[in-house]
């Protein structure tokens, strides 16, 4: 019961701690709901800012085409905006007829830069736009992602509660089972304690009719001798023995001696008898009137009275049935506390009595191998969960992966640009030395605006060269930023999963544990069984020995009173 109790009171704390962990993750996921709903507040802020925008677009467009104002002036080489004249400028919709379109340089928009040139660039608004539909793409997908975590881990949680519920039923059928086991053990023992004390009363019985018995042998041993002494008092043994003996007067005397001491002590033994057999009786009849039973009680108020009283006079038929009656009045209290007497069934079996119908709910109840198997079903559950989550991980895990080999291919590919245009460039300088060659050798009839158309081509392929080199080690940037943050996220979830390991394998420690403190419960219990039906055995053999033996003796002695009672009826035929 203590072991119960210990395992009992570990899972409650087990239990507890889980829902302490299930309400810190429903907090976590509600102050991440929290965030989600400010983003998006932010979201619907921006976006009616925008509408905001194109409601002043809309108001300023008749405005701007019928003054004609001056154009709008250069950017500047920091701004790096082009020029756009009103007339050519469209309309701004942003989801309706334009199609959105980055800005050439990514800049961020300063808001000097707004509150100089408002919204009539194009760009501006391309810009802002943009970087909207960016924020709002980067927050669904993280949302879905984190979504998507909880979902995991609230499974996880919802199965190790299950888990841990399973498990408190199992306790608490376990421990309903000890308790009737315990309950039929007092039952048990109650019954045992009824049957020693109808025992206990019946040997008392026993005592008593076996001391009259006793009495009664005394008296007539005691008639008898009485009865042989006055035979030899009348000289029937004498005669006998002159017959035999025809010279007999040389013991005349001595046996005259002999039988004067053969009467007296006959006579004391007679008197010692009935002195017995009167207090004997006189003890059961106060017995039978007091309600007092046993050898524990006190008979030296009986000696006192009955000295003085009884003495005197002889002991009669009377008296001698009165004894009788005793001796019978004790054998019938001796079977009918004998009959009180329950059959007692064994410690470690079931009872063989019929179970009394269940109500409907205690029918709804489990039973302990139900309730084991719904155990180990919640088990299997929670380990599902474990592995759904170590899935999403290695899920996780292999987009990490992909997104460094894609930005392993980015950067071979700028790799490849970068030697592509070391090559031009090489192939401009070889070209460079070799004109400068011929025009040392000279060649100078050469025209000059060919060069010139020459060099700019050369710096239009720059221009281009270059630019597609802007462009991939932005994507270079974003790729490894993406990879980076990637990387930390795969990083808690493998520190995440490594503790979840940890707790499975501590679990499964626990569970195998446990298995092994029952099963040897079970061979300790299965030793205790095996032992005390080896003692019933025994016992029963023993009893069984005993019967058998006072059957045997009962036999006997049946056998034997016969010839007493001829012997005794031919030794009175030869007193009279």
Known sequence: MAALAEELAQVRAENAALQEQLVRQEEDLSRARGILGGLRGDRDRLRKKIREVEGKLQQDTPHCATSAPAPCPVGTPASNMAVVPQDDMPVCKVAERVVLRKMDNNRQITGSQLATYGVCNTVLAESLVSELQEADLQELSRSEAVRRQYEIETERLTSRLEHARAQNAVLALTLDESKTQCDRLSLLVGKYESNATALRLALTYSDRAIEAYDVLVALLESELGLLLANCRAAGIGNQINMRDNDSGTDGDNDCAGEVAALLRRAGENRQAAETVARHLLSRLDNASTTGGMGPWDDYSHTTSTSSSSDCCSEWGQGEERRLRDHIGKLKTDRSSVRATVVELESCHAEPLSTRQPMSLAEARKLDLETAVLMQELMAMREDKAELRARVYLLEKERSALELKLSSQ????????????????????????????????????????????????RREARLKERLQELVTTLEKVGKNSELRHQQSADLVNDLKRAN???????????????????????????????????????????????????????????????????????GASETSL
């Open 499 to 569: 503790s979840a390991l940890v707790q499975t394998l501590e679990r499964s420690k626990k569970k195998y544990q446990s298995r092994l403190k029952k099963l040897e419960q079970q061979m300790l219990g299965m030793v205790e069984r095996h032992s005390a039906q080896v003692r019933t055995l025994k016992q029963k053999i023993n009893t069984l020995e005993e019967e058998l033996a006072t059957s045997k003796s009962n036999s006997f002695h049946s056998h034997q009173q016969p010839g007493n009672q001829s012997h005794s009826s």
């Open 409 to 456: 291919e980015a950067h071979q590919a700028a790799q490849e640009a970068t030697v592509q245009h070391l090559q031009v460039q090489l192939q401009d300088v070889e070209r460079r030395l070799q004109a400068q060659h011929q025009q040392d050798l000279g060649c100078e009839g050469e025209d000059g605006e060919s060069e010139l158309a020459d060099a700019l």
